[in-house]
């Protein structure tokens, strides 16, 4: 269950401010300085988003003997740790903003090392992985050959997503997919060959060829992904919403994070790629790593191996909630419905559905597969503003949208050990008991509070307006 990441780590440093005058020395901007925020990046940033989810997360990397290090270890807070010694200084990266505009960056630090070496603990933190993630940054690590050898070797058993660098190896044979952005891929088939393809397609291929890899997923920011699979004649278009991006930094580590989370889960690579390239959007269109929370203060979690996630929550990606509440000993519940104008009735039902065991997962209609079971004019409310009006209860941990007309192809997947519907149901043969009862499951149901119903609700409101 425990995602590892494996790669390079830096300390990035914001200096954000206001320039209204130029320097009497020189025609240059003077930043009066405002506010000063440091945090991990690199591989750091990409385990310190998945601690802040609530994942177990493993972070294998080295780090330098100095106050830079000791900076990184307290920003990684409610991450495991599991740390070499580089030998050299830690990296660090200091950007300087004028209101929402860049101004100069001075690295440190950021020479080009020899290739560190691996402890056995650094080794053995990687063969307890359920799936990894390769955040390389060109320092070294990722072309390790002890490294390199197990990770070739767990390719053909644990999905592996390598994130490349120009300036890094690379990624071994039978990883399960690659992420470049256009520009890093463009390179890449420029120092191999020279001569680059025309299309993002062409570009994709040739990687798949040299790298070995299953898949090959290239980036391409606001104009979303191309996702090219082994055994495949032909690539996937990955389309991204459009978002107003302020600062892109973050983007590639969110998406890398968010592919391991929903291979982990069990999804297939196409549907993975698409929820990821939507949860970089979605970060993104958040703030980026502006908005993430400072950890500054909080205990370092360093070697701790039961150090507890920064926001001590589970996750809420459905798949892997009832993977991990099943392995724990616990009871799965899920129930489902369209929840548009979510009502007192829905409310009750749902806490009293999740009394019934140690989860509850809620099934939740698509727009399209509400459209299609109630008219062109509903649903009144879109899937992910119910999504996270319904995540936003205490009683419900999980939401897994389905677009089918009734959720068996959800519930077969999910694999609930309680399946429960309203009590307006009671009395008759559930539809989806048959399928429940096949993997041990029960059907229950839970009181139904009449005279609250949407589309009372949404008449209402109609007349009101």
Not at 13 to 38: H, K, N
Not at 180 to 200: D, F, L, M, R, Y
Request: charged share 25%; with cysteine.
């Amino acid at each position: 269950m425990r995602i590892v990441v494996v790669g390079d780590v830096m300390l990035d440093v914001d200096l954000s401010g206001e320039a209204t005058r130029l320097s009497p020395d020189a025609p240059v901007p003077v930043v009066d300085i405002s506010g000063v925020r440091r945090r991990a990046g690199g591989a750091g940033l990409v385990a310190r988003m998945l601690a802040q989810d609530g994942w177990p997360v493993t972070l294998v990397t080295v780090l330098g003997d100095d106050d830079a290090g000791s900076q990184l270890r307290t920003h990684l807070a409610g991450v495991q740790l599991v740390a070499g010694t580089s030998g050299y200084p830690s990296p660090v990266k200091t950007r300087v903003r004028a209101g929402a505009h860049p101004v100069v960056r001075f690295d440190q630090g950021c020479e080009r090392t020899p290739v560190p070496d691996v402890s056995p603990a650094m080794l053995r933190a990687v063969e307890k992985a359920g799936v990894v993630i390769v955040a390389d940054y060109g320092r070294g690590l990722a072309a390790n050959p002890q490294l390199r050898g197990l990770l070739g070797r767990l390719a053909a058993d644990v999905p592996i997503v390598w994130d490349p660098h120009p300036s890094g190896p690379e990624p071994v044979p039978g990883v399960a997919v690659v992420t470049p952005n256009i520009s890093e891929a463009t390179k890449a088939v420029q120092a191999g060959q020279g001569t680059v393809p025309t299309s993002v397609e062409g570009v994709a291929q040739v990687l798949l060829e040299r790298w070995r890899s299953r898949a090959v997923l290239v980036t391409r920011g606001e104009d979303g992904a191309v996702l090219l699979q082994e055994g495949e004649a032909t690539s996937r278009a990955v389309p991204a919403p459009r978002v107003e991006v302020g600062d892109p930094c973050g983007a590639g580590d969110r998406l890398a994070a968010s592919l391991a989370v929903h291979l982990l889960a069990g999804r297939d690579l196409p549907e993975a790629a698409a929820l990821a390239v939507h949860d970089a959007a979605d970060f993104l269109a958040a703030g980026g790593v502006a908005a993430l929370p400072d950890t500054q203060g909080q205990d370092a979690a360093t070697d701790n191996p039961g150090a507890a996630p920064v926001r001590g929550r589970r996750t809420t990606e459905p798949l892997l909630l009832a993977r991990s509440v099943r392995e724990s000993g616990g009871k799965v519940v899920a129930t489902g419905g369209c929840f548009d104008l979510i009502h007192a009735g829905h409310i009750r039902s749902l806490a009293a559905a999740r009394e019934l065991g140690d989860c509850l997962i809620v099934c939740l209609n698509s727009d399209d597969s509400v459209r299609r079971l109630k008219g062109p004019q509903r649903p009144i409310i879109g899937q992910h503003d119910r999504a996270e009006l319904l995540l936003a209860m205490e009683c419900v941990d999980a939401v897994m949208v389905f677009d089918e007309d009734t959720p068996e192809a959800a519930l077969d997947r999910l694999r609930p050990d309680i399946w429960v519907k309203g009590g307006d149901y009671k009395g008759a043969r559930l539809p989806e008991a048959d399928l429940v009862e096949r993997w041990g499951g029960r059907c229950l149901t839970v009181p139904f509070h009449p005279a609250r119903s949407t589309t009372g609700l949404a008449d209402a409101l109609a007349k009101v307006s």
